[in-house]
T-cell receptor
Framework: KNEVEQSPQNLTAQEGEFITINCSYSVGISALHWLQQHPGGGIVSLFMLSSGKKKHGRLIATINIQEKHSSLHITASHPRDSAVYICAVMDSNYQLIWGAGTKLIIKP | EAQVTQNPRYLITVTGKKLTVTCSQNMNHEYMSWYRQDPGLGLRQIYYSMNVEVTDKGDVPEGYKVSRKEKRNFPLILESPSPNQTSLYFC?????????????FGPGTRLTVL
């Protein structure tokens, strides 16, 4: 069983829909990151969380430390949001553990 | 503009021909690292550097070398490339060590070793 699991693996939605991507982990962590990888390959760091909730534009990230779960939400989704979204955690030993990514396609 | 640059962006080479992929950041970050990304395996860390002249192995260091002579530069060296090093490579930097801070990634270098 992977220590960081993302769901769904693939997600296709229509423009304007509310999107939720989930990340569950089984280890104690010091931080959790959400990253976005565009079709061209570039990687952008979206959020770093250790508790609570963060918002940036149409993106919202939440984390529940007790349940070892984080979600990334996209409101009013747009085709330019199409990308692979990656969850990565730093465990208490400062080891990096990566999720497999969620491929999101937003259709116009 | 804050950025991490990598060169070259694309490279096709042959087995055994030494190559260097350069990485440079303009944010005065102390921490820099190299990753490779392969289908189905996600990102794996090759080497990292906590500061000038301080480097350490990541998860998959075999076949790679790095150096950190200046704070801004962190080149990745493949002394004798082999086909299993065909991959997409990313350099990243951050103000603080590891993933305790926001990571800034370079645009990636797609390497093919024939």
């Amino acid at each position: 069983k992977n220590e960081v699991e993302q769901s769904p693996q693939n997600l296709t939605a229509q423009e304007g829909e509310f999107i939720t991507i989930n990340c569950s982990y089984s280890v104690g962590i010091s931080a959790l990151h959400w990253l976005q990888q565009h079709p061209g390959g570039g990687i952008v760091s979206l959020f770093m969380l250790s508790s609570g909730k963060k918002k940036h534009g149409r993106l919202i990230a939440t984390i529940n430390i007790q349940e070892k779960h984080s979600s990334l939400h996209i409101t009013a989704s747009h085709p330019r949001d199409s990308a692979v979204y990656i969850c990565a955690v730093m465990d208490s030993n400062y080891q990096l553990i990566w999720g497999a990514g969620t491929k999101l396609i937003i259709k116009p | 503009e804050a950025q991490v640059t990598q060169n070259p962006r694309y490279l096709i080479t042959v087995t055994g021909k030494k190559l260097t992929v350069t990485c440079s950041q303009n944010m005065n970050h102390e921490y820099m690292s190299w990753y490779r990304q392969d289908p189905g395996l996600g990102l794996r860390q090759i080497y990292y550097s906590m500061n000038v002249e301080v480097t350490d192995k990541g998860d998959v260091p075999e076949g790679y070398k790095v150096s950190r002579k200046e704070k801004r530069n962190f080149p990745l060296i493949l002394e004798s490339p082999s086909p299993n090093q065909t991959s997409l490579y990313f350099c990243a930097s951050s103000r603080l060590a590891g993933f305790t801070d926001t990571q800034y990634f370079g645009p990636g270098t797609r390497l093919t070793v024939l």
